[in-house]
């Protein structure tokens, strides 16, 4: 399985930008680059995915390197609520069904 | 619209004891999936279900741990004897019709055991 890597942890202020990097330079052409989330005491919850082109939702952007071999989760405006881990997972495509967390990204949101 | 819904939310057993957590996936979601998480690290994929059939085990260890889901709805997981090392969040997931691209599960709030 293709593995991503990313900072231990990463600190933010409220109501500031949020970029959380994540590296994938194994990437096959069939992997779709997926975030998730995990709340604390909560099960993870989907974020974003996309492939080749940056993609916007209502919780989130992400940005993909021309290569695909990095991505960055942006958060416009951290809020105490975005505090979770953060998992970059490639899945999708011929991956479909094997989610393969990593030890993610802790993010801090200090008031 | 429901969740996923588990239960036990907290279990504390003696090791060597057996233990049994339930899960109910979102209606009409086909695909389910266990996960085990250990304190500190991200969810492991224990075993995943199409419908009734168990598509991959890979992950599950057999020798202690079993799984059915036998009307392709709801789902058991169970592990006997529990082992000290068992200790961890028990996550159940689901998902609806394959997507190619979009791997969107939807998990439940987990079931927290403690083996004493």
């Known amino acids: 399985d293709a593995k991503t890597t990313q900072p231990n942890s990463m600190e933010s202020n409220e109501e500031e930008p949020v970029h959380l990097p994540c590296n994938h330079s194994?990437?096959?052409?069939?992997?779709?680059i997926h975030w998730y989330r995990q709340l604390p005491s909560q099960g993870p919850e989907y974020v974003i995915h996309g492939l080749t082109s940056n993609v916007n939702n209502r919780m989130a952007s992400l940005a993909i390197a021309e290569d695909r071999k990095s991505s960055t989760l942006i958060l416009h405006r951290a809020t105490l609520r975005d505090a979770a881990v953060y998992y970059c997972i490639l899945a999708g495509g011929t991956s479909y069904g094997k989610l393969t967390f990593g030890q993610g990204t802790i993010l801090t949101v200090h008031p | 619209e429901a969740g996923v819904v588990q239960s036990p939310r907290y279990k504390i057993i003696e090791k060597k004891q057996p233990v049994a957590f339930w899960c109910n996936p979102i209606s009409g979601h086909n695909t389910l999936y266990w996960y085990r998480q250990n304190l500190g690290q991200g969810p492991e994929l224990l075993i995943r279900?199409?419908?009734?059939?168990?598509?991959?085990d890979s992950q599950l260890p057999k020798d202690r741990f079993s799984a059915e889901r036998l009307k392709g709805v709801d789902s058991t997981l169970k592990i006997q004897p529990a082992e000290l090392g068992d200790s961890a969040v028990y996550l159940c997931?689901?998902?609806?019709?394959?997507?190619?691209?979009?791997?969107?599960?939807?998990f439940g709030p987990g079931t927290r055991l403690t083996v004493l």
């Open positions: 194994t990437i096959s052409g069939t992997d779709y």
């Open positions: 279900y199409e419908n009734e059939e168990a598509v991959d």
């Open positions: 997931a689901s998902s609806p019709d394959r997507d190619f691209s979009l791997d969107e599960q939807f």
